[in-house]
């Protein structure tokens, strides 16, 4: 099959079963996309609409875009992807990895869901979602989509050569009355066997199976077996194609695996339809034995061409999140950032002006009386319909610093991380300093730490000049920064999108966690320091938007803790000045 | 008559079984305080909720979409009433759990801070107070099992709020594939099942849930009245204390949630196995850790420390 024909098989099926609702194309231009999913609302019948999802879709325009009609008497509800009182159609997504928050907010509840629901602004329903998402996304890119909305989407083609091929000018295909087949045992232990050990939840299991139960009812039959599977296997990608010697019907081809043959549908065509009754065809043609070249066990899913290339190791490149962003009241940052939403106004600034009216309107009668429709006057607003404008956060980013005091020549860190200085001043990173070893410090048993809005703040200068003090509470000076980089990238009202951690220390912590936090001074100092960082240092490994580094301070005895330091850390080791080769 | 959104029977979910348990506590002894279902993407999180209530409650429960407005969970007046120059009353999500006993957070943990700060305020209070929009309603008094799910790939939730939920569990996919398997054969025979006019299957499956609502409903009637002796109330503040943890609100619903699954198992008593049992989902999002933004996880360690503290002094 080429690229056109494996989508408009792909696309037969989901307009057979609901249940497809998520079709991921892989490297699909994005301006190509419309074209298939008008193709896909065609054939989910006439009049069915395709409704485009961008990156600046907002709640509002989502869920409840509330229109006075004339006069002021109604309003008007249409939200893109409220798919309640409309028949099934299309919501085409051009690029998964620029979709808006609140537009991926939405696929995550509705794709593939059994039930919906929406409570906004006056507004109680729920409903059967059946609205069918096709999105494209290119493959470098799929790394930058949450999880969560990736796995809504678990059928996935390739589209990368879908070129000039033209989806309106298809044939119709008669795809009303056809019933889905039942899955045989053997069909479900193919989709298991296919998948094996790349399952991430049921959804690609689930996915594997609708789409060979669809293409098992576009071939006419009665049962999903395991061939079907390894059709839509192929389609997907997750099994290599077989060698194709002879198309026996038009539109028809056969392929024959485990000594079976099996009719593979290329796009349904109109003389296959079911009869007037609704009732499909009971067997597909058999047809010329052929030579089939396909391999039995699984492609590598995650590897190049997979479906799948989230699976791969990451390009260190953080996904993004669902959460709703809470807006940071910055000195200087009002009214920037891209508009996501509205909220009831605490000031009157970043007025949000359609979305106040809108409060307003619904108002007025009660406001003005029965005489308001017939009156020209301008609307009654108060102060508590006044909506301000959610804004997305200007990107932030953080550079995070642990300075051991103890590690000795401190004279020479500049060199070496000069050039990291140079571009958190240049991209005006709020510095977050944890100071360890410092001889001055309140307790010598607690790493210190503050918080600059940016290098030129004349703490952080300050923290490079200390005195090695006797203790370093190492563990505990890497605990205070995990926290603040949980913080400042994690939490749903993170804003930071890119932090910087570099530590400066040779490694040997002799002050347990358990001490600096009961401020108790241990009895006896052994590798438990050490181990406590080491431990810390790997909770921070996993952390998301981080970049570490760990500053090497040279030649010494015990040289293999900085290195194992920055192992757990995932930190690139960088040689330090003091190192001579 | 066919259901508007007919759903899998809870007799028939595949595997997850901690998930299931721990949904049926929450029943059998609302004072627990609600459950929060912890997991990965495609685990039927969602869909045993729902499934659950529906075999329960008769219907589905009030549920709480991440989209929501603050009038609709408040209450508020009616829109299409006011544009007609009318006031009419319409009750919130917060009031209609009430009356139906659970309320379910889908995707807790991608709610609005906002809505969050709402939600606590009533479950903290246990009165709902409407002064909004021109309303002036006096507090109602509202109680209900507060059940949500979450995916922790999205960030976890603030201390304040776990606390709400008497018992957190972890919930991981499905790996073996025997279980995959037979998760594929159910979901599957469902689409096919219910697409049809009158299915065997299906009735067979609401007659098994009708067969298990009234096993767990004789069980709530059971707890009620089962006592705790006293070296198990004990043995929970034992627990809570080996593992630090936040307040007392872990040991309470250590010992009501042991009632419940003493209840479930059918004994006339409760035992050391069944706080075993249940101590794991009442400690873990408890922990000191968990302020500091860090897993929420039961690990090997803190299995072995809690068999440490069951096996005495």
Redesign the interface.
């Known amino acids: 099959m080429n690229d056109r024909e494996r989508i408009d098989a792909v696309l037969a099926c989901a307009a057979l079963?609901r249940?497809l609702g998520g079709i991921l194309l892989l490297d699909l231009a994005p301006h190509r996309l419309v074209e298939v999913a008008g193709r896909l609302a065609g054939l989910l019948g006439e009049g069915r609409q395709v409704r485009v999802l961008g990156s600046a879709a907002t709640?509002e325009d989502?869920?409840a875009r509330l229109r006075p009609a004339p006069g002021?008497?109604?309003?008007v509800v249409d939200g893109l992807v409220a798919g309640y009182g409309r028949p099934a159609g299309v919501v085409a997504v051009p690029d998964l990895a620029t979709m808006s928050t609140a537009a991926a907010?939405?696929a995550?509840?509705l794709v593939g869901?059994?039930?919906?629901?929406?409570?906004?602004?006056?507004?109680?329903v729920?409903w059967?979602p059946e609205d069918r998402w096709l999105a494209a996304c290119r493959r470098e890119d799929v790394g930058r989509v949450?999880?969560?909305v990736l796995?809504r989407f678990a059928i996935r083609v390739d589209a990368a050569n879908l070129s000039t091929a033209r989806f309106d000018a298809l044939e119709a295909l008669p795809l009303a009355g056809r019933?889905?087949?039942?899955?045989s045992?053997g069909a479900?232990?193919r989709?298991?066997?296919v998948l094996?050990g790349h399952?991430?939840?049921?959804?690609?299991?689930?996915g594997l199976?609708?789409l060979a139960?669809g293409m098992a009812a576009l071939a006419g039959a009665d049962t999903?077996l395991a061939e079907h599977v390894d059709v839509a296997a192929r389609v997907m990608g997750l099994l290599a194609a077989p060698e194709v010697v002879a198309a026996p019907v038009p539109g028809e081809r056969v392929v024959r695996r485990a000594g079976q043959e099996l009719a593979v549908p290329r796009a349904l065509p109109a003389e296959r339809a079911g009869d007037a009754a609704g009732r499909v065809r009971d067997e597909p043609e058999r047809l010329a034995p052929v030579v089939v070249a396909a391999p039995d066990v699984p492609d590598a899913v995650g590897g190049p061409g997979s479906p799948y290339p989230e699976d791969e190791v990451g390009d260190g490149r953080a996904p993004s999140?669902?959460?709703?962003v809470?807006q940071r009241a910055l000195p200087g940052t009002w009214g920037h950032g891209h508009v996501i939403g509205d909220?009831?106004a605490h000031e009157v600034r970043d007025i949000a002006v359609v979305p106040t009216l809108l409060k307003a309107?619904?108002?007025q009668?009660?406001r003005c009386?029965?005489g308001?429709v017939r009156s020209a006057h301008p609307l009654h607003l108060t102060a508590?319909d006044l909506r301000s404008h959610r804004r997305a956060p200007q990107p932030r980013r953080l550079l995070a610093l642990v300075l051991d005091h103890t590690s000795g020549r401190q004279g020479e860190w500049y060199d070496a991380i000069g050039p990291y200085l140079r571009w958190a001043y240049a991209a005006r990173a709020t510095v977050s300093v944890v100071e360890v070893g410092d001889a001055d410090a309140a307790d010598e048993l607690c790493a210190a730490a503050f918080t600059a809005r940016s290098l030129l703040d004349p703490r952080v200068a300050a923290a490079f000049e200390r005195r090695p003090g006797r203790a370093t509470p190492l563990a505990h000076g890497l605990?205070l920064v995990?926290?603040t980089l949980?913080?400042e990238t994690?939490?749903?009202?993170a804003a930071v999108t890119d932090a910087l951690l570099i530590v400066v220390t040779d490694g040997r912590g002799n002050v347990p966690l358990a001490a600096s936090r009961s401020r108790r001074r241990p009895e006896r100092v052994g590798r438990e320091g050490v181990e406590d960082a080491l431990e810390v240092a790997r909770?921070i490994g996993r952390l998301n938007r981080v970049r570490s580094l760990v500053l090497d301070p040279g030649p010494r005895t015990a040289a293999h803790l900085t290195a194992d330091l920055a192992d757990a850390l995932r930190a690139t080791l960088l040689p330090g000045a003091g190192r001579d080769g | 008559m066919p259901e508007r959104h007919p759903l899998l029977p809870y007799s028939y979910l595949v595997g997850q079984e901690a998930l299931r348990r721990g949904l049926e506590i929450a029943y059998v002894m609302p004072s627990v305080g609600g459950i929060l279902i912890s997991g990965e993407r495609g685990t039927a999180k969602s869909t045993a909720v729902r499934s659950f209530a529906r075999m329960m409650y008769g219907e589905l429960p009030v549920t709480l979409p991440i989209n929501a407005t603050d009038d609709r969970v408040m209450g508020g007046l009616r829109i299409d009433a006011l544009m007609r120059g009318d006031t009419e009353e319409q009750p919130g999500l917060l009031e209609q759990a009430g009356e139906q006993g659970v309320l379910y957070v889908d995707e807790v943990n991608l709610l609005d801070d906002h809505i969050v700060n709402l939600i606590l305020d009533v479950v903290s209070t246990g009165l709902l107070v409407v002064q909004r929009e021109g309303l002036d309603k006096p507090a109602i008094p509202v109680t209900f099992t507060l059940v949500g799910t979450m995916n922790p790939e999205e960030g976890t939730l603030r201390p304040q709020l776990l606390d709400r939920f008497g018992l957190l569990v972890p919930i991981s996919a499905e790996t073996s594939a025997e279980t995959r398997n037979e998760v594929l054969k159910t979901v599957l025979r469902f689409d096919v099942e219910r697409a049809k006019e009158r299915s065997g299957w299906l009735e067979d499956g609401a007659a098994l849930d009708r067969a298990h609502r009234e096993r767990i409903a004789a069980a709530r009637e059971a707890a009620r009245g089962m006592p705790v002796r006293e070296e198990l109330t004990i043995l929970c503040a034992r627990i809570a204390a080996e593992f630090e943890l936040a307040g007392h609100r872990g040991e309470i619903v250590m010992a009501q949630a042991a009632r419940a699954l003493a209840a479930l198992e059918g004994r006339e008593g409760v035992g050391e196995e069944d706080v075993a049992g249940v101590a794991p989902y009442a400690i873990m999002h408890r922990r000191r850790e968990v302020a500091y933004g860090e897993g929420i996880a039961w690990t090997g360690e803190d299995a072995r420390r809690l068999r440490k503290v069951l096996s005495g002094p």
């Open positions: 079963d249940r709640e989502l869920w002021g008497r109604s309003w907010r939405a995550v509840m869901a059994e039930v919906a629901h929406l409570e906004r602004t006056g507004q109680q729920s059967r949450s999880p969560h796995d019933a889905l087949p039942d899955l045992a479900a232990g989709v298991v066997e094996a399952a991430r939840g049921a959804r690609r299991d689930l199976a609708r139960r999903v999140t669902l959460t709703l809470w909220r009831q309107a619904t108002q009668a009660r009386g029965p308001h508590s605990s995990a926290e949980q913080r994690q939490q749903g009202n909770k």
